[in-house]
């Protein structure tokens, strides 16, 4: 049972702040992504000062997403601002060392967001199911991440 990769890229004609913001939010992911519902489980505040949605989603904040009978439980564990949000799976898929790393890179014509994500199969002979399926699924978060970002970034006042 090796370890699965997942790599995409997708590119948002969004500000990088306008993206992180967006991904940072928990509450907004419902919008964007194929999820159906969040839950801030454990809050932990960003930074002195900082407000706003996903104020409360620093680095060790669980955040609880479900869709349907799946519940998925996630925790953030590493944070840079307008660059990189990091986060495990802590339940919900039979997975082990579930890892994913949401880079953002600043281009003049928006932004590019690199989503990679790595993890073994708890069980034997599933791992390229997961990764299909994981694969497709991170692929439209991201697509939906973009397009959003987009969208939202015409209609701000």
């Known amino acids: 049972m090796g370890r699965r990769d997942i790599d995409v890229t997708v590119r948002s004609g969004a500000q990088v702040g306008a993206v992180y913001e967006l991904l940072r939010a928990g509450v907004t992911w419902p919008t964007w992504s194929g999820l159906g519902s969040f839950e801030l489980e454990r809050a932990v505040p ?9 104020a409360d989603e620093g680095v060790g ?6 869709t349907g009978p799946m519940t998925s439980r996630e925790q953030i564990v590493d944070l840079v601002p307008d660059r990189r ?3 495990i799976l802590l339940s919900g898929l039979p997975l082990r060392d579930y890892r994913a790393d949401v880079d953002l890179t600043p281009t003049p014509e928006g932004t590019i967001i690199r989503w ?4 073994h199969a708890k069980l034997p002979g599933t ?3 997961y990764r299909w399926f ?4 991170i692929r439209q978060t991201a ?8 969208r939202d970034a015409t209609t701000a006042p």
């Open 61 to 66: 904040a669980i955040r609880v997403f479900r």
């Open 46 to 54: 960003v930074a002195t000062g900082d407000s706003g949605a996903g």
């Open 116 to 119: 990679r994500s790595t993890f």
């Open 134 to 137: 994981l694969g497709r699924f």
């Open 127 to 129: 791992g390229w199911f």
């Open 85 to 87: 949000l990091s986060y």
């Open 143 to 150: 697509e939906g991440l973009a397009a959003y970002a987009e």
